[in-house]
């Protein structure tokens, strides 16, 4: 499979600030590419480039090996899923899936065919007639798709169209949205600031910051292996120190703690540790398990999800650290002392 | 059980002292003149000088030809102004609201208005000033030289259009701004995304979107066009007949007021029955257009 979407040393300038700077990225055909970023980062501007809706300041977009320069949106091989869906409240369901045809100038039993095949594809055969205002958050989002999907598009782009929805129902289409994109095969170049929804559903991510790429790669080494320290505290839960000095091969952090660390970067002033990296009780035995003792200060029960607030003993550090819902660690109470030993290769620092 | 009928009986009093002025002006102001008038306009004088119970006053619109030309006339071109002052002001409310910006917006707004704040009369004197055969654009013109004779635009049903479509076109470019500001713009970017033209963004997704505002607009420009009687009279002249001439005349120089209400009844059936029509035609419904 070949590249579909190639960007190029893209930037965008506005008068006195720069939305995307030499952003530099490839798609593969039939992938689903994420971009993740807090608001305000230029994800969107980055997508509005891509479909024609602004002009780049630098750089190029290719699209199937052929430059976009100077072509308007109208004629660009992809279609867009605004972040507000944007249905057409005075047409019925059909009648906006129907649009885009329609404009293409295609029979009107070819239209009603592909109408009702897309329908059908999104789960809401038998709506056609319906009303947009009558629908429901996830059914809007489904015709949303569907009439962008129904002009059978090279690329799908979808601006956070997850956002307006409530938690329960985002958790159910950010698994319907990946299942339908693996179906139909069609690339997805997806933007959020949600990295649940990016890192369920991409074969690609690219965590966006000040304009710039941070980092691409998959969901997992995203999470395994961040290459910033942004990165590392962007996705994911994370405990973050800040390094006061270093001693040898040991780095103690502004609120005391003394870690030893062999072979850590020399440069690096901040430290990261998942909570999950944090193992309980380790073995003794263990080789390059960095070992020390915590006090639980508070537990913080969320199911499969629960915490361990801790402080380090000996510092002043606050240390939260996952803690696994099987029945070995029922006894554990506030104010228990407790042995904790983290990989070194765990530890992170930038 | 006390306290339930002391809150009973306060949430009456503040009803009926938000009701009582309503109904007052309703029935005093708006129904008794119109029962009124719809008596009146079936009673005759008879030989001995008594009123009584006769169809001859709309045997009388029906039988004379220059009644009901005029009538036509005036509900035709009522409707072709409606159409025209919609033509002009939907440009102007799609700039203000969508093209331009908010400050600009607002001092263009303000311009707008200002022809309101002098009052009708005074704007149609000025246009009898702009418009006539020694006025000031005549005279433009015969000094750069484009004409030797002075064109004859007053008096005619050209002034009298221009006159009722500069003082009801602000009535339709507010309702259709209210509702394009509601538009949200990545509807027009959709439709552009989905390969539409210009003009099917106009046409499938603008203007429908803006129906409300449209017909609500349309509805008050009829009503302000095929009731005025200024513009007509003033601009139009002897030429241009206007049914609120007539109805004036019946009433004021013929002293025949039970002719007039009939008259006055006519062009209330009928500017009723175009909005009907009109309503029915376009798929709106008056509550939603109201709001």
């Known amino acids: 499979m070949g590249k579909i979407l190639e960007v190029k040393n893209l930037s965008k300038h506005f008068d006195d600030f720069t939305a995307v700077k030499k952003v530099d990225f490839s798609v593969e055909e039939g992938g689903f590419f994420s971009i993740l970023g807090s608001s305000g980062c230029g994800k969107t501007t980055l997508l509005r480039i891509i479909a024609g809706f602004q002009q780049e300041s630098e750089g190029e977009v290719i699209i199937h090996g052929q430059s976009m320069k100077g072509i308007p949106p109208e004629k660009r091989p992809v279609n867009i899923v605004f972040q507000n869906l944007a249905l057409f409240p005075m047409m019925n369901v059909g009648q906006n899936i129907a649009f885009g045809l329609k404009r293409k100038k295609l029979k009107a039993a070819e239209i009603n065919f592909k109408v009702n095949e897309m329908l059908e594809r999104v789960g809401l055969n038998g709506y056609e ?101 942004f990165v590392a505290g962007f996705v994911g839960d994370t405990n973050r120190f800040e390094i006061e000095s270093k001693e040898g ?29 944090l193992i309980l009780n380790p073995d003794n035995n263990l080789n390059d398990v960095v070992q020390f003792e915590v006090t639980i200060t508070t537990i913080l029960f969320d199911g499969s999800n629960t915490k361990l607030s801790t402080m380090v003993s000996g510092s002043n550090e606050e240390l939260l650290i996952s803690l696994p819902q099987n029945a070995q660690f029922d006894s554990i109470e506030e104010g228990h002392k407790l042995n904790v030993g983290v990989h070194s290769d765990d530890v992170k620092c930038f | 059980m006390n306290s339930n009928s002391n809150n009973q009986s306060g949430f009456n009093i503040t009803f009926y002292l938000l009701i009582v002025p309503v109904l007052i002006w309703l029935i005093f102001m708006i129904v008794i003149p119109h029962v009124e008038m719809f008596i009146s306009s079936f009673l005759v004088e008879d030989d001995m000088g008594d009123m009584v119970f006769s169809f001859a006053n709309y045997i009388e619109f029906f039988s004379q ?34 093209v331009t910006s908010k400050k600009n917006a607002g001092f263009l707004m303000v311009l707008l208005l200002i022809p309101l704040w002098v009052g009708e009369l005074v704007t149609v004197y000025g246009w009898m000033v702009l418009l006539g055969d020694h006025g000031v654009i005549n005279h433009a013109l015969i000094t750069i030289g484009i ?13 009298m259009v221009v006159g009722l479509l500069y003082m009801s076109m602000l009535f339709m470019v507010i309702p259709v701004m209210s509702t394009l500001q509601s538009m949200d713009d990545s509807l027009i970017e959709a439709a552009c995304d989905l390969g539409a033209s210009k003009w099917d963004i106009y046409t499938k997704i603008i203007i429908p979107y803006s129906m409300p505002g449209i017909t609500s607009g349309a509805i008050i420009v009829f009503m302000l066009v095929i009731g005025d009687y200024l513009a007509p009279n003033l601009l139009g002249g002897k030429n241009s007949l206007w049914f609120t001439e007539q109805i004036y005349n019946s009433f004021l120089q013929t002293f025949n007021w039970n002719e007039g209400a009939a008259f006055g009844f006519l062009l209330l059936m009928i500017s009723s029955a175009i909005i009907w029509l009109a309503l029915k035609l376009s798929g709106q419904k008056l509550e939603k257009v109201g709001s």
Request: proline share 5%; aromatic share 10%.
């Open chain 1, 129 to 229: 007639n319906k009303k947009v205002t009558e629908l429901s958050g996830g059914q809007k989002q489904r015709v949303a798709i569907a009439r962008s999907l129904v002009m059978n598009p090279s690329i799908l782009l979808l601006d956070e169209p997850l956002g307006a929805l409530d938690r329960k129902l985002r958790e159910h289409m950010k698994v319907e949205l990946k299942l339908l994109q693996k179906e139909i095969g069609t690339t997805f170049v997806y933007i959020t600031h949600d990295q649940s929804e990016a890192l369920v559903m991409s074969d690609q991510v690219a965590v966006m910051h000040d304009g710039q790429f941070e980092q691409i790669d998959t969901p997992r080494n995203l999470y395994k292996n961040p290459k910033t320290a």
């Open chain 2, 65 to 98: 030809k220059i009644y009901w030309l005029t009538f036509v006339k005036t509900a035709a071109y009522s409707v072709g102004v409606t159409i025209l002052a919609f033509i002009i002001a939907f440009p102007i409310a799609f700039y203000l609201t969508k």
């Open chain 2, 147 to 159: 004409i030797n004779e002075p064109l004859n635009m007053l008096y005619t049903n050209f002034s």
């Open chain 1, 249 to 277: 091969d040991s780095i103690i952090t502004q609120g005391g703690w003394k870690l030893k660390l062999p072979n850590h970067s020399e440069a690096a002033d901040e430290l990261y540790i998942r909570p999950e990296a």
